[in-house]
């Protein structure tokens, strides 16, 4: 069983940056595609951004595109999220989760506690 804990959340101005980090333990992330996801208060969880286990694919909701970018390091067992220009609605508890398959609409095994994110106006 894989366990993933986030962290880099925070409190940021609107267009400033943050970087998160999902580590692994237990198990090696190498061989899963991995994802990020994030909730808003009221809101259902949304599908934020996946990449597939060899780091080759990449996949990004249409609103966080040009400004997130997923990586990841199979060495230190840990996938990141930079985020740039933030805006007072990526605010949100962010997940990051691992799978078998990358994308939005996949299932995926194993979940983190979340990160929360807030961005000021």
Known sequence: QVQLVESGGGLVQAGG????????????????????????PGKEREF???????????DYADSVKDRFT?????????????????KPEDTAVYYCAAGVIPGPRV????WG?????????
């Open 70 to 86: 997923i990586s990841r390091d199979n060495a230190k067992n840990t996938v990141y999220l930079q985020m740039n220009s933030l």
């Open 107 to 110: 299932k995926y095994d194993y």
């Open 48 to 58: 934020v951004a996946s990449i597939s286990w060899s780091g080759s694919n990449t």
């Open 17 to 40: 940056s943050l970087r998160l980090s999902c580590a692994a333990s237990r198990r090696t992330i190498y061989g899963y595609a991995m994802g990020w996801f994030r909730q808003a």
């Open 113 to 121: 506690q979340g990160t929360q994110v807030t961005v000021s106006s």
